[in-house]
């Protein structure tokens, strides 16, 4: 059953610091695996996709990378600030039929 | 931000009154779709328009009615909902050249309540 668990299902940490969130699936054949970024009051906003060759791929402070042998992939955010509190959502899809799979998101609170 | 707009934001609802939920997107985009999000779990996408055909229907229940009448404007006709259906509804776009793995957007949402 193609599936997508992501961990943890929720993070606190101080502003400043760094943070990296786990995305783990059983999707096959892959595609392509998003991160979406959703603020609260909002719907998801896409930050990154990486396709089967990539192993990683930045946008600003988030660097997603992806492991296809492990069928793992992980967000990591620098020097986080107040705005990243939001949910961060990990969707694969995949090759067959390019059904999307989603996973729950893991939230993030950034305090002060 | 302005892209995909939905209205209302919220609503709240009883289980035997008749609303619809709207939306519409200023992309371009050929493919709409319509998701439900409950805390803490996935999105669950409903339903799928490509150039204004529905293409996809995930068992959704006849209570919950689409209407696409042209590829910018979609619709959720609602009536006798239970209160498992409240949620938050998201509408999203995409090119639709590509299928399902286009990029999608977004709009905020209607927060749903059935009391």
């Known amino acids: 059953k193609n599936q997508v668990e992501q961990s943890p299902q929720s993070l606190i940490i101080l502003e400043g610091k760094n943070c990296t969130l786990q995305?783990?699936?059983?999707?096959?054949?892959?595609?392509?695996l998003r991160w979406y970024k959703q603020d609260t009051g909002r719907g998801p906003v896409s930050l990154t996709i990486?396709?089967?060759s990539e192993n990683t791929k930045s946008n600003g402070r988030y660097t997603a990378t992806l492991d296809a042998d492990t069928k793992q992939s992980s967000l990591h955010i620098t020097a986080s600030q107040l705005s990243d509190s939001a949910s961060y959502i990990c969707v694969v899809s995949a090759r067959s039929n390019y059904q999307l799979i989603w996973g729950a998101g893991t939230k993030l609170i950034i305090k002060p | 931000e302005t892209g995909v707009t939905q209205t209302p934001r919220h609503l709240v609802m009883g289980m035997t009154n008749k609303k619809s939920l709207k939306c519409e997107q200023h992309l371009g985009h050929n493919a709409m779709y319509w998701y439900k999000q409950s805390a803490k779990k996935p999105l669950e996408l409903m339903f799928v328009y490509n150039f204004k055909e529905q293409t996809e229907n995930n068992s959704v229940p006849s209570r919950f009615s689409p209407e696409c009448p042209n590829s910018s404007h979609l619709f959720l006709h609602l009536h006798t909902l239970q209160p498992e259906d409240s949620a938050l509804y998201l509408c999203?776009?995409?090119?639709?050249?590509?299928?399902?793995?286009?990029?999608?957007?977004f709009g905020p949402g209607t927060r749903l309540t059935v009391l």
């Open positions: 995305c783990n699936y059983t999707v096959s054949p892959f595609s392509n």
């Open positions: 990486m396709t089967f």
């Open positions: 999203a776009s995409s090119p639709g050249e590509r299928g399902r793995t286009d990029t999608q957007y």
